[in-house]
Antibody, heavy 125, light 106 residues
Framework: QVHLQESGPGLVMPSGTLPLTCAVSGDSISGTNWWTWVRRTPGAGLEWIGEVYPSGSTNYNPSLEGRVTLSVDKSKNQFSLKLDSLTAADTAMYYC??????????????????WGQGALVTVAS | SYELTQPPSVSVSPGQTARITCSGDTLGNKYVSWYQQRPGQSPMVVIFQDDKRPSGIPGRFSASNSGDTATLTISGTQPMDEADYYCQAWDYNTGVFGTGTKVTVL
């Protein structure tokens, strides 16, 4: 069974940086899936933050590009998120997620099949 | 940027059918997946690749996608289906979630 577990600070200062790590068990991070971060802000819906492939290739949400960096650590079977220049609007539950890769002739069909339990992050002084 | 629009809420009586729509420009040309999020829990996929159910998802969940609209249908809705539901699609290599629909089973 695949298991993902987020870790990181629960409280961060405005204008600071949020570091989150996701430890993966039950699957190798070096496989063919994409490793993803999704957040849910209070009173709002889900927001896709970005994804990283084992090769280090990344795709980011344009609304966050410039502030977010994703990376993988194959030796530890984990991947990480770094979000800069934090504001109160970044207060959210952050989920790390496995995106199962599906290859089709009609574009991307990847879907999110395993989710972590979530890490609640509050941006406040 | 690409947007997916869902109704904020849907109410349904137990045993009846709930339909949740997801609208986006030429959405029928993209693959859609659907996620259920119960209060206090992480989201869970209930439909992927437009109409496929992962193992363990009950047969009362079905979906379709054509034109500008994808639809998730819950037949014989049960109280345990009360949750937030989100559609999701890809705009090239960017993931996009719908605005979300709260399903209330009255």
């Amino acid at each position: 069974q695949v298991h993902l577990q987020e870790s990181g600070p629960g409280l961060v200062m405005p204008s600071g940086t949020l570091p989150l790590t996701c430890a993966v068990s039950g699957d190798s991070i070096s496989g063919t899936n994409w490793w993803t971060w999704v957040r849910r802000t209070p009173g709002a819906g889900l927001e896709w933050i970005g994804e990283v492939y084992p090769s280090g290739s990344t795709n980011y949400n344009p609304s966050l590009e410039g502030r977010v960096t994703l990376s993988v650590d194959k030796s530890k079977n984990q991947f990480s998120l770094k979000l800069d220049s934090l504001t109160a609007a970044d207060t959210a539950m952050y989920y790390c997620v496995r995106a199962r890769s599906l290859h089709t002739n009609m574009g991307r069909a990847n879907f999110f099949d395993y989710w972590g339990q979530g890490a609640l992050v509050t941006v406040a002084s | 940027s690409y947007e997916l629009t869902q109704p904020p809420s849907v109410s349904v009586s137990p045993g009846q059918t709930a339909r949740i729509t997801c609208s986006g420009d030429t959405l029928g040309n993209k693959y859609v997946s659907w996620y259920q999020q119960r209060p206090g829990q992480s989201p869970m996929v209930v439909i992927f690749q437009d109409d496929k159910r992962p193992s363990g998802i009950p047969g009362r969940f079905s979906a379709s996608n054509s034109g500008d609209t994808a639809t998730l249908t819950i037949s014989g809705t049960q109280p345990m289906d009360e949750a937030d539901y989100y559609c999701q699609a890809w705009d090239y290599n960017t993931g996009v979630f719908g605005t979300g629909t709260k399903v209330t089973v009255l």
